[in-house]
């Protein structure tokens, strides 16, 4: 699948633009992704897309909101391809397209275009907890991403690479029994993906225990089973990815827009989000930046 805007413009005047990298900007500065010019209700550097499988990510600069079709605001939130959005006499939609379909422009030329990563397809089937539904919820929650600025400030500029969520390494089930492991696995994975709207970390050690519960019914000969902790540790593991994702994204757009309050609440919660990695240098990164913020906070 491709993903795509297309643009219909006051005048009548209309242009579909790719959306070809994580995150796409779109406004009336030459800085954005995509540039609209001659339309007064689009800002400088106005709303901000993140494609995803099924939906797409769309928040808005504070207090200028895009409107769906309902005449209900949108200022970050989720929705399905095929929306309609307006703002002004402008509209928008969300298109996601068929690999053979064409779209127009990609990127603003007045911008260099950066390396972009391609989104991966998750699972096509799992178990769903409790504690992931909850943990949709939270993303939503801490997903609404505050101004935009195409120029990063010294602090954000600090910052390692971040490391990944969850190592590659292989699981191997442990004892001599694991048919009767799996099981106990699974169980402790459930509860502690319930607890994980307390405590992120509970979601991490959750998608480790599945991982060993999936190697532990491989190896006693369940196969149906080992397929769906698989499935649910997936799928718990993919959301848990996302949210570190969005709480970068809006640390960096906060970093960006000098919103010192709220980039301090995001150090918080990444840093809380890695307690599993506290000597990675970005978690050590996260620690001098935190300090930073504060110096700066208690500056004003």
Not at 175 to 200: M, T, Y
Request: proline share 5%.
């Amino acid at each position: 699948m491709t993903y795509a805007l297309r643009i219909t413009k006051s005048n009548g005047e209309q242009t579909t633009h790719a959306l070809v990298g994580p995150q796409t900007t779109v406004g009336s500065d030459a800085q954005t992704d995509v540039r609209v010019t001659g339309e007064r209700s689009i800002l400088a550097q106005h709303i901000l897309l993140a494609p995803r499988d099924e939906q797409c990510w769309v928040s808005t600069a504070p207090g200028s909101p895009l409107w769906d079709e309902n005449g209900a605001a949108v200022e970050g939130a989720f929705l399905p391809w095929g929306t309609r959005l307006t703002v002004g006499r402008c509209s928008l939609e969300l298109l996601r397209e068929k690999p053979e379909e064409k779209v127009g422009p990609a990127r603003n030329p007045n911008k260099p275009s950066s390396d972009k990563g391609s989104e991966s397809e998750g699972p096509s089937k799992a178990r769903i907890h409790p504690g992931v539904l909850m943990i949709l919820v939270i993303t939503l929650a801490f997903a609404a991403v505050q101004g935009f600025s195409a120029s990063s400030t010294s602090a954000g500029g600090s910052l390692a690479e971040a490391p990944a969520l969850f190592e590659e390494d292989a699981s191997l089930c442990r004892g001599e029994n694991p048919g009767h492991r799996a099981v106990a696995l699974e169980e402790q994975a459930i509860a502690k993906s319930e607890r994980l709207v307390f405590d992120l970390q509970d979601g991490i050690e959750a998608v480790a225990l599945y991982k060993e519960a999936h190697a532990c019914f491989a190896k006693s000969g369940q196969d149906a089973e080992a397929e769906i902790v698989l499935a649910a540790g997936e799928a718990l593991r993919a959301t848990l990815e996302e949210h570190y994702d969005l709480l970068r994204l809006r640390l960096a757009r906060d970093l960006s827009a000098e919103n010192l309050a709220s980039a301090q609440l995001q150090v918080r919660k990444l840093s809380e989000l890695l307690r599993h990695k506290p000597n990675s240098q970005y978690a050590l990164a996260l620690r001098r930046l935190a300090g930073q913020l504060s110096s700066q906070g208690s500056s004003l």
